[in-house]
């Protein structure tokens, strides 16, 4: 997951950073690096807090979260530029032309991205968890075995 993310970027920041007068040579695999870790920052802080309905929005064609997304990984993407002293200016630039662009690569697969494998990407090793353990939570196969109450969801109604 991370190589495929890090090799999409490679792949569209030839002239944004490598061909870059304004980006010291010196740096111009810190800024590869830094949007790679961005970008799966952010995805994985989505799905360890709980914001999978916003990451399937996403990838589903959803305006706001994925508006929301890039917002998230532009400000983090920054914030890693800033650390290399890089001018406010270059860093706002790559930040909105880079980031919504690699975004838009992976939420339209273009980078031969989907959400399954975005899942199992952070899944760890096994890559045992998927998009269908996601919707098993929220259908009647996620409730306990034999029962029809909903899934998870069912099984929090009787809590209220």
């Known amino acids: ?86 001018s406010n200016d270059i860093i706002k630039n790559l930040a909105s032309s880079l980031i919504p662009m690699i975004i838009g690569k992976v939420l339209n697969k273009d980078g031969g991205f989907d959400l399954d494998g975005l899942l199992k990407g952070f899944a760890g090793a096994d890559g045992k968890f998927g998009l269908d353990d996601v919707v098993d939570l929220f259908s009647k196969k996620g409730g306990k075995a034999g029962s029809n109450d909903g899934g998870l969801l069912g099984g929090l109604k009787d809590l209220f």
């Open 1 to 86: 997951m991370l190589a495929q993310i890090e090799s999409l970027i490679r792949d569209n920041a030839q002239d944004l950073v490598i061909n870059n007068p304004l980006i010291p040579n010196a740096q111009n695999e810190q800024v590869i690096q830094a949007a790679t870790g961005s970008i799966t920052e952010v995805l994985k802080n989505q799905l360890d807090g709980g914001n999978i309905g916003n990451l399937i929005s996403s990838f589903t064609g959803g305006g706001n979260e994925s508006t929301q997304l890039i917002n998230d990984v532009q400000q983090n993407f920054s914030g890693r530029l800033s650390e290399l002293g890089l």
